[in-house]
């Protein structure tokens, strides 16, 4: 894989280095952190992610797509997508993380780059609720067949509700907190409020 | 397709006449490894019931249930194992800090009923409960953190003697959540603590690094909290959970980074306590812990209370006995700020005599009593009234309201208290070479271990099993301190005493003799009918469980009326006082 | 009810209650579900197969069966409650995923620089036990797809005496819930080693004749050779790992790609094959065999006797870890499985993914390769994928 405008990325020294470095003169200043020897963490900014993306699967070694995924940031109302894009030759990864608005929760779909991303966009979009537009499966279950409450892995989805709900405790059950339990066993109590 | 690979296949032949892998396990049972993670077992004597095992299964399998007989000191619940959702993984055994808890290695357990596949280990008899083998805790893993964040001193030991200044320099904030984080939040602590104080709430403000939000809780129960963060018995740490197998957690440490943070209490604290004694009165005479608590818990409910102090400053025996290398001045002030801020009135100098406390009794609506130890006891030896010998708590009085106290080249101090180890080490700042002679063994010193250790550090000589037998005048002014050996005897299963060896005589040259082996109630400033009616066979006052003595109105607490005679058992007094003050006037909630 | 409107989100008016609804139906079409029930399918899955005569036309992978929310429940427990979740991500390899979850917080706590030689050296050690006892395992269900059985009965016999050791080193046969933060759980104990390697010398004993019946048999050639070929363009497209990779030719692994636990230290090889067919990838199987064999004996002989196995560890009910997010990853048997590990500075984890090799190949790559396959060799393809539901939807 040879880079036109850079030369071979196999001959430097600090792969990780080299291509923030690449991708900085190119593309714009993003945060960088450099993880450990084979991980490098990009905060990419949503409208620079699709072109990040197309060039290092088409000019650069970081061919594969390892993962996909998504974060709720449910406080600052906003999803992250993690894109994890592996130089298998080289052993290095880029862990490229876009954050979105919440409330659209729309991206532009990478299935025209790596195949499989459709298994990524449509699990994500089904357990996050965001939609990738032009993504194969969307809208098509994948894990939930018939699921007709809030996309699950979402922050204010409450499990402890939801399992309460379906699977009812025993009938019976009784526990006492121990801390509970001892402070009102002896009496106590407070003088100032 | 070769002809040979046709045959391979066929080697397997080969292996029909041999002895088959297969075993018949309908037939022979096949026991677990030995640390098979199978049915739950509990040693109920040794478990505490802190429910730690509860909080960390991710299953909620553990249910804690009160049981019948609980052992003295723990919580009274036991766990309760609910194996329609137990997922064996032993995380419940692993942070099991008795170190009760553990798996038998047995696993076959056949029922119809799927109820009864949930039961208390230890409490309900299982056939496995004897089972030597399965999984137990390992002392190289620890879930829990046993070890104690270390309490950074302010200067190294040999100095230490030469100054005045407080020992031990307090947590940083990192220190103080360090060892906050290694709370398990079981509440055994709460009922140790005479004044049943919210310690793990504050503890986990602390982690949280919410100091204001901990000192509100710290001062819902204790209005010095600062001196019990410095001094206190910490009856609390005795029963940490995690002190069982570890070091407790240093709950006093934390009390006092918790109030050190803050130099201006009122602006952090709040309270919420509606005004309902407007009007009303209270008299509070000594100015020791237990009356200072009662008149600031009802001073924050409108009362009008007075403090009347005979030394010319409040504390009590935080003031005059405890030394301020462990509780600075400076430090028992703040705390008293707080209180004539929040509109308790104090009159130091101001000794109660029997006439006033008529008076008192006619112009208040209801009277604390609280004037503490203040009369030595004696060594019981000839030679005792030799100039020379000297009790403990008259020398710290002296030394603290600022009297020069001459302890000479040599001392040696009788006892094996608190008030000995501070006469001790006190002796040793005015420069002199320091013994204590204590009758019994090291372990058996009621001083705090700490305390001790710390004096040992400072150069102070420990002589256990030491009786003294008599004090003799030497030449010069300076005196024979003369001693037997003792054994240890136990009988009847009980503590063992000392008892002298006789006939050996030891000879110790000194130059004074402190001797500390306890104070006794002086009620002679009391009216003589009063006196008799409410002290009792030693001298102090008893009190119903209302704090309340057998004269209506009148309160008492501290070290006049309990047993423990350590400054958070006066505190706790002082509060059963503030409920015993508001429902004799009738103000109560309670009918 | 949650008071959140899925029905204005975006995409739900694609959402149907029936998969694939309005697809024409052709009247040579046979439609057929191959599973959830049924002996050949690789757990708990489905395969919706659209069939003309013995011939797959196309079909599509259902999973869903056994979803159980675990990346839910780890966000909402203390990590050290993590700790018996993950080994259920992968029922029959539970160290590898114990081992990313560990390495992952260790990672983004600081905690990696405390774990003792020992815990590092008996983590590789179960590492590749789980290797060994999957590998075989498989090769078992490999030739039992084809209706073999004495082969399958061998094989899983061999691993249930692996399966012994584990239960003697962790106390559970299946889920060892050994690995955990700062090291392992428990020592050796006295004669494991010993134990261990007659074991493995009983299994080395038995697969010449294991060979013979698999390898070396002509009916087991004719039934792989040439078959499901995974091409090697998808190789880089789709992010193919392990044993499906390797048997392409390509020598990758991430053992020894990405350094970890004491790998670096142990002297093996990458086993590959040529032809990327079933058969290719039972050979690549059958080699890492004999290499984990061959791994686990120097483990056991380069290993400290003494020395911590754990490091310290702080109060695991009050752990507090920084906010960082990090990608670590490790060989399982199928290949590179990893976590991508997401903090916030709390008591729990933000967000954790796993990445599974069976992602991709039972869904992308299997979708991929149904059309033209003879239905007769479906369930082969499948193991040969070393396909694993609970890894994919976890
Ligand atoms: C040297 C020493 C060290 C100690 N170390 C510790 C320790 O480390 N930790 C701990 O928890 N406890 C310690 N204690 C014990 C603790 O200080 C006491 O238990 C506690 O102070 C008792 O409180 P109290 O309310 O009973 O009143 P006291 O503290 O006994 O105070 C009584 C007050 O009443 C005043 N008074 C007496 N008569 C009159 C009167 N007629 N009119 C007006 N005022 C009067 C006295 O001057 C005194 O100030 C120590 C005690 C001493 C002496
Ligand atoms: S953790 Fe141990 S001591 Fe505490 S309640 Fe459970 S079994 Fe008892
Ligand atoms: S073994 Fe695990 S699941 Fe079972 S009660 Fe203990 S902590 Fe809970």
């Not at chain 2, 292996?15 to 049972?29: G, I, L, N």
């Not at chain 2, 256990?464 to 301190?481: A, C, H, M, S």
């Amino acid at each position: 894989m040879f880079d036109i405008n850079h030369g071979n990325l196999d001959d430097s020294p600090d792969v990780g280095q080299e291509i923030v470095r690449r991708i900085h003169d190119r593309f714009g200043d993003f945060p960088a952190r450099f993880q450990k020897a084979d991980l490098v963490r990009l905060d990419v900014p949503q409208k620079d992610i699709i072109p990040v993306l197309s060039w290092l699967r088409t000019e650069t070694p970081f061919v594969q797509l390892t993962h996909l995924t998504a974060v709720d940031w449910l406080e600052d109302g906003q999803f992250e997508l993690m894109y994890l894009v592996t130089a298998p030759d080289l052993m290095v990864s880029l862990h490229l993380c876009v954050r979105l608005d919440r409330a659209k929760a729309e991206a532009e779909s990478v299935f025209n780059l790596w195949l499989q991303a459709e298994t990524y966009e449509q699990e994500i979009n089904e357990m996050f609720g965001i939609h990738f537009p032009g993504s194969p499966r969307q809208g098509v279950p994948f894990i939930l067949e018939g699921w007709r409450d809030m996309p699950p892995m979402r922050r204010d989805f409450d499990t402890v509700a939801y399992c309460d709900r379906t699977h009812p405790v025993r009938p019976g059950r009784e526990h006492q907190d121990s801390r509970v339990y001892v402070g009102r066993k002896f009496g106590e109590k407070g003088y100032l409020k | 397709m070769s002809l040979k690979n046709v045959i391979a296949p066929f080697s397997a032949w080969a292996r029909a006449v041999q002895k088959p892998f297969t075993v018949p396990t309908a037939e022979t049972f096949r026991p677990g490894a030995d640390r098979y993670r199978g049915w739950h077992i509990n040693d109920t004597e040794q478990c505490i019931g802190c429910g730690t095992c509860s909080d960390i299964c991710q299953n909620s399998a553990i249910d804690m249930k009160p049981v019948d007989e609980p052992n003295k000191g723990d919580s009274g619940l036991r766990p309760l194992v609910d194996y329609g959702r137990c997922c064996w993984c032993a995380l419940c055994v692993d942070v099991c800090p008795s170190g009760s808890l553990g798996l038998s290695s047995n696993y076959i357990w056949i029922d119809r009923d799927p109820d009864v596949f949930r039961y208390i280990p230890g409490v309900d008899r299982k056939e496995w409960d004897s089972d030597e083998k399965g999984w137990r805790k390992d002392d190289g893993f620890n879930l829990v953190d046993p070890d104690r964040v270390p309490m950074p001193m302010m200067m190294p030991v040999e100095d230490r003697v030469k100054t005045w200044a407080e020992v031990v320099l307090g947590y940083t904030e990192a220190e103080a959540r360090a060892e906050a984080a290694r709370c398990v939040e079981c509440g055994l602590c709460v009922a140790a603590c005479p004044a049943h104080m919210h310690i793990p709430d504050y503890i986990a403000a602390i982690r949280d690094g919410h100091y204001d939000v901990a000192v509100n809780h710290i001062y819902d129960n204790n209005p010095l909290p600062e001196m019990c963060g410095k001094v206190c018995t910490r009856r609390c740490e005795d029963v940490c959970s995690i002190g069982v197998n570890g070091d407790p957690l240093a709950i006093r440490w934390l009390k006092r980074f918790a109030t050190e943070q803050f130099s201006d209490l009122s602006a952090v604290l709040s309270h919420e306590q509606p005004q309902i004694g407007t009007g009303k009165s209270v008299a509070v005479i000594g100015g020791g812990p237990g009356g200072l608590t009662t008149a600031f818990y009802l001073a924050v409910r409108g009362f009008k209370v007075t403090v009347f102090e005979a030394l010319p400053q409040v504390g009590g025996a935080t003031f005059f006995g405890i030394p301020k290398y462990r509780f600075p001045l400076g430090s028992l002030e703040k705390q008293i700020k707080l209180m004539t801020d929040w509109g308790v009135e104090i009159k130091t100098n101001h000794k109660v005599e029997p006439d006033e406390f008529k008076q008192l009794q006619q112009d208040y609506d209801a009277i604390y009593i609280g004037t503490g130890l203040l009369k030595p006891s004696s060594l019981r030896a000839e030679g005792e009234d030799l100039p020379g010998v000297m009790p403990a708590i008259e020398m710290l009085i002296d030394h603290h309201l600022g009297k020069t106290v001459e302890v000479g080249q040599h001392v040696v101090v009788v006892g094996g208290g608190n008030v000995a180890i501070d006469a001790a080490r006190i002796s040793r700042r005015l420069g002199a070479e320091v013994t204590i002679a204590y009758r019994r063994r090291l372990e058996d010193m009621p001083a705090d271990y700490e305390e001790i250790e710390d004096a040992e550090a400072e150069g102070v000589h420990l002589m256990t099993q030491n009786i003294p037998l008599r004090v003799e005048q030497l030449p010069g002014g300076r005196l024979d301190f003369i001693w037997g050996p003792a054994e240890m005897i136990s009988e009847g299963g009980g503590r063992p005493r000392p008892k002298l060896i006789e006939g050996i005589e030891n000879h110790l040259a000194v130059d004074k003799v402190i001797v500390a082996i306890g104070q006794k109630p002086d009620l002679r400033w009391l009216p003589a009918d009063v006196a008799e009616q409410i002290s009792n066979s030693w001298g102090g006052i008893t009190c119903d469980e209302n704090g309340m003595t057998a004269a209506p109105g009148v309160f008492a607490g501290g070290d006049l009326v309990n047993s423990t005679a350590d400054a958070i058992s006066a505190i706790a007094d002082g509060l059963k006082a503030v409920d015993g003050i508001i429902n004799y006037l009738g103000l109560g909630t309670k009918p | 009810m949650s008071v959140f409107d899925y029905t204005t989100q975006p995409g739900f008016d694609l959402i149907s209650e029936t998969p694939n609804a309005g697809t024409t139906v052709d009247p040579k079409e046979v439609q057929l579900w191959f599973g959830p029930q049924h002996p050949g399918i690789t757990g708990n899955m489905s395969v919706q197969l659209w069939l003309e005569g013995d011939t797959i036309k196309r079909g599509i992978t259902h999973v869903g069966y056994l979803h159980r929310g675990f990346e839910k429940l780890m966000e909402r427990r203390k990590f050290i409650q993590s700790f018996p979740i993950v080994c259920r991500m992968c029922v029959a390899e539970p160290d590898t995923t114990e081992y990313l979850l560990a390495s992952s917080l260790e990672e983004l706590s600081g905690l990696d620089q405390a774990v003792p030689e020992k815990g590092q050296w008996l983590r590789t050690l179960v590492m590749e036990m789980s290797r060994l006892q999957v590998t075989l395992m498989v090769m078992g269900g490999q030739v039992g797809t084809m209706g073999m059985g004495t082969a399958p009965n061998w094989t899983y016999t061999l691993r249930d005496f692996l399966l012994d050791s584990f239960e003697e080193l962790t106390g559970g046969r299946v889920y060892h819930m050994y690995i955990t933060y700062g090291g392992v759980r428990r020592d050796l104990t006295p004669g494991f080693a010993q134990r261990l390697e007659a074991t493995l010398d009983r299994i080395e004993e038995r697969l010449p004749y294991l060979d013979d019946l698999i390898l070396n048999s002509a009916v087991f050639q004719q039934r792989t050779q040439g078959v499901s070929v995974v091409p090697a363009e998808w190789a880089d497209e789709l992010g193919i790992t392990g044993p499906v990779l390797r048997a392409m030719g390509v020598a990758r692994d991430t053992r020894r790609d990405y350094p970890y636990l004491k790998y670096p230290e142990l002297d093996f090889k990458v086993c590959t094959a040529t032809g990327s067919d079933i058969y290719a990838r039972t050979q690549v199987r059958r080699a890492e065999i004999a290499e984990s064999i061959h791994i686990i004996r120097q483990i056991l002989q380069m290993m400290p006797q003494e020395g911590p196995y754990c490091a310290k560890l702080p109060n695991m009910l009050t752990w507090t870890i920084p906010a960082g997010s990090t990608y670590v990853r490790a060989e399982s048997s199928r290949g590179e499985m990893g976590f991508v590990m997401v903090t916030d500075g709390s008591d729990t984890i933000r967000r954790v993914h796993l990445r599974g090799p069976s992602y991709t190949n039972a869904v992308t790559i299997l979708e991929r390769m149904l059309p033209g396959m003879n239905i007769a060799d479906l369930s082969a393809t499948m193991v040969s994928l070393q396909t694993c539901p609970p890894e994919i939807e976890r």
